[in-house]
């Protein structure tokens, strides 16, 4: 029904920046809040930055002065931009969304993940 694809992770050594992206596709009415969580190896999801439809955003602390957090709402898409990249930042990143979709002759309200990408900080 909707779907979330992540891209934009990789391997970066530290101080250095990624710009990842989050596109979503399908059946959507509209999409409200969005956000960036990751997971770090042996450790739970934790939330990284949300952004309203109105532009509002919201960072976990570590994130603040590093991360930026961005949509087209006209594109459906996502974005976190990431700099002064610190191993400690490394995890599998995942984009989700609060989506109303049409589903059949009715909307639904889901709330999608996308798969993940990984984002690895090390020299």
């Known amino acids: 029904q909707v779907q979330l694809v992540e891209s934009g992770g990789g391997l970066v050594q530290p101080g250095g920046s990624l710009r990842l992206s989050c596109a979503a596709s399908?059946?959507?009415?509209?999409?409200?809040?969005m956000g960036w969580y990751r997971q770090a190896p042996g450790k739970e999801r934790e939330l990284v930055a949300t952004i309203t439809s109105g532009g509002s955003t919201n960072y976990v602390d570590s994130a603040k002065g590093r991360f930026t957090i961005s949509r087209d709402n006209a594109k459906n898409t996502l974005h976190l931009q990431m700099n002064s990249l610190k191993p400690e930042d490394t995890a599998v990143y995942y984009c989700?969304?609060?989506?109303?979709?049409?589903?059949?002759?009715?909307?639904?309200?889901?709330?999608?993940w996308g798969q993940g990408t990984l984002v690895t900080v090390s020299s």
């Open positions: 399908g059946s959507i009415v509209r999409i409200d809040g």
């Open positions: 989700h969304a609060e989506v109303l979709a049409s589903v059949f002759s009715t909307s639904r309200w889901l709330q999608p």
